[in-house]
T-cell receptor, first 113, second 113 residues
Framework: QKEVEQNSGPLSVPEGAIASLNCTYS??????FFWYRQYSGKSPELIMF????GDKEDGRFTAQLNKASQYVSLLIRDSQPSDSATYLC?????????????FGTGTLLAVQP | NAGVTQTPKFRILKIGQSMTLQCAQDMNHNYMYWYRQDPGMGLKLIYYSVGAGITDKGEVPNGYNVSRSTTEYFPLRLELAAPSQTSVYFCASIGTSGDNEQFFGPGTRLTVL
């Protein structure tokens, strides 16, 4: 059973701080990793994806991947109250050309003004 | 483009009733997915389709059925509704195997009493 694990939180950070969200995965063969943001009552939306070991930056967001340790993280710099949401980590299931994603349970982030 | 649309937005069913959740996409995407999301949980894959006429089970298919007669539509059928099927249902699509972003519909909130 392929699994993606996340701390459910809530993770509370003050406005302007760095929020660090972590995710581990069980399948060592996984190649593609995604972070989705989900506001309460809304559908998930893609923030970032990462394939290669190391860091990938996009604005205030940085995704970090360490395949040897099987973890992927998301850093949000200068956190804003509008960043308050649930962040879902997802791993693409590479078995077959199905594009299936395996999601973690999500981490609830609360940014305090 | 309307993207991925779902109807209805909300529905209350009695135990034993049946219904069809509608999903449509106008992006000519080959891959479509049905997920359910229980409170505080991540997304669980119910069924998916890699093209018209091709469907397969996901992680939690029991109590559901799907069909995919055209590229655009991917309805999810609930037979003999049970309280355990109370959840939010999301439909998603992605274009090709190399694409990164699954586009999600707005969701259907279903309650079975």
């Amino acid at each position: 059973q392929k699994e993606v694990e996340q701390n459910s939180g809530p993770l509370s950070v003050p406005e302007g701080a760095i929020a660090s969200l972590n995710c581990t995965y069980s399948d060592r063969g996984s190649q593609s990793f995604f972070w989705y943001r989900q506001y309460s009552g809304k559908s998930p939306e893609l923030i970032m994806f990462i394939y290669s070991n190391g860091d990938k930056e996009d604005g205030r967001f940085t995704a970090q991947l360490n395949k040897a340790s099987q973890y992927v993280s998301l850093l949000i710099r200068d956190s804003q109250p509008s960043d308050s949401a649930t962040y879902l980590c997802a791993v693409r299931d590479y078995g077959g050309a199905t594009n299936k994603l395996i999601f973690g349970t999500g981490t609830l982030l609360a940014v305090q003004p | 483009n309307a993207g991925v649309t779902q109807t209805p937005k909300f529905r209350i069913l009695k135990i034993g009733q049946s219904m069809t959740l509608q999903c449509a996409q106008d992006m000519n995407h080959n891959y479509m997915y049905w997920y359910r999301q229980d409170p505080g949980m991540g997304l669980k894959l119910i069924y998916y389709s890699v093209g018209a006429g091709i469907t397969d089970k996901g992680e939690v298919p029991n109590g559901y059925n799907v069909s995919r007669s055209t590229t655009e539509y991917f309805p999810l059928r609930l037979e003999l509704a049970a309280p355990s099927q109370t959840s939010v249902y999301f439909c998603a699509s992605i274009g090709t195997s190399g694409d990164n972003e699954q586009f999600f519909g707005p969701g259907t909130r279903l309650t079975v009493l």
